[in-house]
Antibody, heavy 125, light 109 residues
Framework: EVQLVESGGGLVQPGGSLRLSCAAS????????ITWVRQAPGKGLEWVSY????????YYADSLKGRFTISRDNAKNSLYLQMNDLRAEDTAVYYC??????????????????WGQGTLVSVSA | SSELTQDPAVSVALGQTVRIACQGD??????ANWYQQKPGQAPVLVIY???NRPSGIPDRFSGSSSGDTASLTITGAQAEDEADYYC????????????FGGGTKLTVL
């Protein structure tokens, strides 16, 4: 079964750092684009970051203001989200998802499938 | 930037048909995807490219669009369909930038 598994979440103090990992099973992670999405308790989904399959293209949500860095090590079949200067508002479940894209005409159709089970990040003193 | 607007909550009687809407310029200009999320679980893709259903998703789920509004229709809603539903499209700033609607909580009565 094609799956993604996140790890690295936990409780951290404001201003602290965490590095989340995303691992794949039943498919080769390095062949795929990946997106991180977060969900604060009781809230909706919020896009966080995107990375291309090669790692050369990266995008971030404006709200992160440069505090997060997405990266991948295809030789280790691993993908990471480094989160620095964490704030209470970063408290959320963080999901990685396979970002699938298909070109058509002059555009590209994108969707997220599958998603990992999520890892909880809690920022609190 | 762009926005996708969903009604916060919708209800449907067991076995009846319900339509969940998602409004925004990205729907008009690009496409809509839909995800189902049950409590404590990760989202699951139920419709992609506005009207395509992934394998394994029951055929009672269908998608459509008209103008700036995309719709997820559940024909013959089941108790297990009670969940939060999120629409998604691309941001106008770039096709790798992901945009989500605020979500609709579906209650099956």
């Amino acid at each position: 079964e094609v799956q993604l598994v996140e790890s690295g979440g936990g409780l951290v103090q404001p201003g602290g750092s965490l590095r989340l990992s995303c691992a794949a099973s039943a498919f080769i992670l390095s062949n795929y684009e990946i997106t991180w999405v977060r969900q604060a308790p009781g809230k909706g989904l919020e896009w966080v970051s995107y990375i291309s399959s090669s790692g050369s293209v990266k995008y971030y949500a404006d709200s992160l203001k440069g505090r997060f860095t997405i990266s991948r090590d295809n030789a280790k079949n691993s993908l990471y989200l480094q989160m620095n200067d964490l704030r209470a508002e970063d408290t959320a479940v963080y999901y990685c998802a396979r970002h699938v894209g298909v070109y058509y005409g002059s555009g590209r159709l994108n969707w997220l499938d599958p998603w990992g089970q999520g890892t909880l990040v809690s920022v609190s003193a | 930037s762009s926005e996708l607007t969903q009604d916060p909550a919708v209800s449907v009687a067991l076995g009846q048909t319900v339509r969940i809407a998602c409004q925004g310029d990205s729907v008009r200009n690009y496409y809509a995807n839909w995800y189902q999320q049950k409590p404590g679980q990760a989202p699951v893709l139920v419709i992609y490219g506005t009207h395509n259903r992934p394998s394994g998703i029951p055929d009672r789920f269908s998608g459509s669009s008209s103008g700036d509004t995309a719709s997820l229709t559940i024909t013959g809603a089941q108790a297990e369909d009670e969940a939060d539903y999120y629409c998604n499209s691309r941001d106008s700033s770039g096709d790798h930038l992901v945009l989500f609607g605020g979500g609709t909580k579906l209650t099956v009565l």
